[in-house]
């Protein structure tokens, strides 16, 4: 069993900033009276499920997979959906920013995770030029914790609807009210489908991939919210049926989707008609400004910040993934948006034969 004092002290002096802890001082000495009776050894997981939740629910996400390796009963809190509904009454939830690579020693795509180191001042280590302190960094999600894998959200008037990223293929959403945190399932999907890509036009919600590439019949549908009823899209073609698709987009009415295959393909929903689009940049609306990403990774919109990935060669010969966040200031009276670096560096390093799948941000 896991000491009492270990989880307490590393929990709460450790992770929990100092800003944060005048709730707790209200509590210390209930808890100190019980922690020194000798009779009894106590431990962090003999407290009420309510403490350890309320706990849990204030400390960032960032840390969660390490400490889902405390024990089966800790993981299954922080998998629990109580959980979810504590940080939602705390408000304490976070914009996180997840990759999904293929490794070339790995059987399988592996997801990592951007995590900032708490209370650092982070710096631009494109103008010091030099390597990574390690304040930032793509950390693997540990596969105990792989269940817990973010789920593919979008938006759609007061809810949110969440797809499966696991190997284990769904045939429904989940759907979640952003006022009242109520979870329930939709109505299950044509075909069962994994790391699918989705997007949202003129209220309905178009479903992409994530199933086998000779679903010809299925490999993209939508779904009417109104209705509840989900429709098959037009079959594209083997050409177009891509097995691994980065996105989707909304462009001039249309919708393109991103793939990693060497071209992409669009599709009109007004038309019923797919055709071949030309590869082209990355981009990411943040307010109401497009930002057009040329030799990245991936881009996107971090907290109304822009986040841009890219790679380069490293002194190893291997390849070092870079990661920087830029704040946009668009200043009345001047039709120009400025842009300032908040911080640049390395967040991972890996083999150059590596694979960039797919990215996924959302706010849980």
């Not at 704040?327 to 300032?340: F, P, T, Y």
Request: aromatic share 12%.
């Amino acid at each position: 069993m896991i000491s009492f004092s270990w989880i307490f002290v590393w929990l709460f002096v450790v992770l929990v900033p100092f800003s944060k802890r005048t709730w707790f001082k209200n509590s210390v000495a209930l808890l100190y009276k019980a922690f020194s009776r000798k009779e009894k050894k106590l431990t962090f997981m003999s407290l009420p499920d309510e403490i350890i939740l309320n706990c849990l629910a204030r400390i960032s996400r960032s840390h969660y997979p390490k400490l889902s390796l405390v024990s089966k009963t800790f993981r299954s809190l922080l998998m629990s959906h109580t959980l979810n509904v504590e940080r939602f009454h705390l408000k304490t939830s976070e914009t996180f920013f997840h990759v999904c690579l293929k490794l070339p020693d790995r059987p399988s795509p592996s997801m990592f995770t951007l995590w900032i180191k708490p209370g650092q001042i982070l710096m631009n280590q494109l103008e010091k030029k030099e390597r990574s302190t390690g304040d930032t960094r793509l950390v693997q999600i540990p596969s105990s914790y792989y269940n817990k894998v973010p789920l593919y959200v979008i938006t759609v008037g007061s809810e949110l609807y969440g797809l499966s990223q696991r190997n284990d293929p769904s045939s429904n959403m989940l759907v979640r009210n952003k006022e009242i945190l109520f979870c329930r399932n939709s109505p299950n999907m044509i075909v069962a489908r994994a790391k699918a890509r989705a997007v949202v036009f003129y209220g309905k919600i178009y479903v992409m991939g994530g199933c086998a590439a000779n679903e010809s019949a299925n490999w993209g549908e939508v779904f009417d919210p109104k209705t509840q009823i989900w429709e098959a899209l037009p079959d594209p073609g083997p050409e177009l049926r891509f097995s691994s698709i980065r996105g989707i987009e909304v462009i001039e009415g249309k919708l393109y989707i991103r793939s990693n295959e060497e071209k992409d393909s669009v599709y009109d929903p007004k038309e019923g008609k797919w055709d071949v689009a030309k590869k082209s940049h990355l981009q990411c609306m943040i307010g109401n400004v497009w930002n057009l990403g040329g030799g990245m990774i991936e881009i996107a919109n971090y907290g109304g910040k822009l986040l841009i990935l890219w790679d380069k060669i490293g002194p190893s010969q291997e390849k070092d993934i870079w990661c920087a966040v830029i704040a946009l200031e668009k200043r009345d009276g001047i039709d120009e948006v400025w842009a300032k670096i908040e911080w640049a560096s390395i967040v991972l390093t890996v083999p150059c034969s590596y694979v960039f799948l797919y990215s996924l941000l959302n706010r849980w």
